[in-house]
C-alpha cells in the first residue's frame, strides 16, 4: 500500500475525542514511567550516603530496575495482545506505582534492589503498550507523531522528577520521593475508566476468535486461536527478512537507551559535584537538558511524518554525535546549560520515533509484545550504561565517559540500512 493510500479505520479510531483519551492515557502512563525512573537519580546521593554504597553499587540500582523491565515488557507485551492495551496498562501502572513507594522504606541495598526491580517489572510495560495503543489510534500519515507525543509524556515526568527533586529531598530527605511514586495508582483508575480499546486491536482479536477483551468485542469471532506466547515470540524471528529487522531494532533500542541512560543518570550528580554547581542549580542544568530532550522529541515526530524514518533518524543521530562530543569539552556554566539544551535534543530526540518504526515493522496480534521485548531489551543493554560510565568515570573523568558516547550512533547509523522505510502504510 502506498503513503497516499487513505487510512480506513472504524468510527471510533478516527473520533478525534478518542485519539486525545488515548494518546493522553499513553503519554501520562509513560510520563509516571518517567518520572519514576530520574527519582531514583537523584535520590542516588542521599541512598549512597545513607548504605554506604560505593558508586558502582549506586548505579546498579538503575540497572536493576531495567532488567526487571525486561522481564515486565515480555509478560506485559504478551499479556496487552491478549486482554487489551488499556486494561495490561491499568496493571503495570499499580505494579510500578506501589513498589516505588516501598522503595522508601528500605533499609539497605538489597532490599532497595528487590523493589526497584519489581518496579522495573511494571515499568517495562509501558514503552509498549503506550506506543501500540498510540500507533493504532491515529491515521498512518501522523503515527510518528503520535507516539513523539507518547514520548513528550516520559520526558515531562522525568522534567517534574528533575523540578520537584531538590525541594523534596531539601525538605524531606530522599525517601520522600519515592512516596511521591504511589500517587500514580491513582491515574491507574482514571485510565480503565476513560479510554476504550483501539478499534486496530479490536478486530484483530474479532478475526482470531479472541476473548480478552470486555465487552462484544470478540463478538464475530472466527475458530482462530490467538497466537501462544511462543507463536509470538517466534513471529520476531520467523524468516530472514524478520531477523534483519529484529536484528536492527535491538541495535537503535539498545543505543537509544545506552545514550539516555548514560547521559542522564549521572548528569545531576556531574554538574551538582563536579561541576561544583550544587544540588539546586545542578537540578535546574538537567531541567534544561531534559526540556531538550521534549523538544527533540516533538520536533523529530514532525521530521519523520514528512521525510520519512531514514532520513529523520540519520538527521539526529549526526546531531547526537556532533553534540555529544562538544558537550564533553565545556566547563563553563552557561555554555553547559545551552549546550545541554542540544545534547538532549539530539540524543534523545529519536525516542518519539521508535514507537512507530516497532509498530510499522509487526502486525496487530503481536504489536505490543514486539514493542515491549525489543525495547526492553534495548533498555536491559542500555541499562548497563551507568555502571559502563561509573566505571569509566572513576578512572578517566566523567567528561571522558561522555566523550566516547558518540561512538554508538555510529551503529545506529548504519543499522537503519536494514529497514524498510513505512512512512504512510497502514498498520497490518
Known amino acids: 500500500m502506498s ?43 542521599g541512598i549512597i550516603a545513607t548504605f554506604g554504597l560505593s558508586d558502582v553499587e549506586a548505579g546498579s540500582l538503575s540497572t536493576i530496575t531495567l532488567f526487571g523491565a525486561v522481564l515486565g515488557g515480555i509478560v506485559f507485551g504478551s499479556l496487552a495482545d491478549r486482554y487489551g492495551r488499556v486494561r495490561v496498562l491499568t496493571w503495570t501502572v499499580l505494579i510500578f506505582a506501589v513498589f516505588t513507594g516501598l522503595s522508601a ?19 517495562g510495560g509501558e514503552f509498549g503498550i503506550g506506543m501500540a495503543l498510540a500507533a493504532e489510534a491515529v491515521p498512518a500519515n501522523q503515527r510518528a507523531r503520535a507516539t513523539s507525543w507518547v514520548g513528550v509524556g516520559f520526558q515531562i515526568g522525568v522534567f517534574a522528577a528533575a523540578i520537584v527533586a531538590a525541594p523534596v529531598i531539601a525538605l524531606w530527605g530522599w525517601r520522600a520521593l519515592f512516596v511521591i511514586g504511589l500517587f500514580p495508582a491513582i491515574f491507574a483508575f482514571v485510565i480503565r475508566r ?22 462484544d468485542s470478540a463478538a464475530g469471532s472466527t475458530t482462530a486461536e490467538l497466537p501462544t506466547f511462543g507463536a509470538k515470540i517466534h513471529a520476531l524471528v520467523k524468516d530472514g527478512a524478520t531477523v534483519k529487522i529484529t536484528f536492527a531494532l535491538i541495535i537503535l533500542s539498545t543505543v537509544q537507551n545506552f545514550g539516555y541512560f548514560g547521559i542522564i543518570a549521572w548528569l545531576p550528580n556531574y554538574l551538582s559535584e563536579k561541576m561544583e554547581l550544587g544540588v539546586t542549580k545542578g537540578s535546574l542544568w538537567t531541567a534544561v537538558t531534559v526540556i531538550g530532550m521534549l523538544a527533540g522529541i516533538l520536533i523529530f515526530g514532525q521530521v519523520a511524518d514528512r521525510l520519512g524514518r531514514r532520513p529523520a533518524f540519520w538527521i539526529f543521530q549526526a546531531g547526537a554525535i556532533i553534540s ?16 545541554g539544551f542540544f545534547m538532549g535534543a539530539f540524543a534523545n530526540g529519536m525516542l518519539g520515533g521508535h514507537g512507530a518504526l516497532l509498530a510499522e515493522m509487526y502486525p496487530t496480534q503481536v504489536r505490543a509484545t514486539a514493542q515491549n521485548v525489543i525495547f526492553n531489551i534495548g533498555r536491559a543493554l542500555g541499562g548497563l550504561a551507568p555502571v559502563v560510565i561509573a566505571l569509566l568515570a572513576d578512572s578517566f573523568g566523567f567528561a571522558f565517559a561522555l566523550a566516547l558516547l558518540p561512538t554508538i550512533y555510529i551503529i545506529q547509523f548504519l543499522a537503519m ?12
Do not use: C, H
Open 324 to 339: 555529544i562530543l562538544v558537550y564533553s569539552q565545556m566547563t563553563d556554566p552557561s555554555a553547559l546549560l545551552v549546550g
Open 105 to 123: 522504606i528500605a533499609q539497605g541495598y538489597w532490599d532497595m534492589a528487590a523493589y526497584r526491580f519489581v518496579a522495573g517489572v511494571g515499568i
Open 417 to 428: 540500512f536494514l529497514l524498510p522505510e513505512k512512512r504512510g502504510i497502514e498498520l497490518e
Open 194 to 215: 476513560g479510554v476504550e480499546e483501539p478499534d486496530k486491536f479490536v478486530q484483530s482479536q474479532r478475526g482470531q476468535g479472541g476473548n480478552g477483551v470486555s465487552g
Open 3 to 45: 503513503a497516499a493510500t487513505p487510512q480506513t479505520s472504524t468510527e471510533t479510531a478516527s473520533a478525534p475525542t478518542y485519539k486525545r483519551k488515548a494518546l493522553f492515557a499513553a503519554a501520562v502512563g509513560y510520563g509516571l514511567d518517567g518520572f519514576d525512573l530520574l527519582i531514583l537519580s537523584f535520590a542516588l546521593g
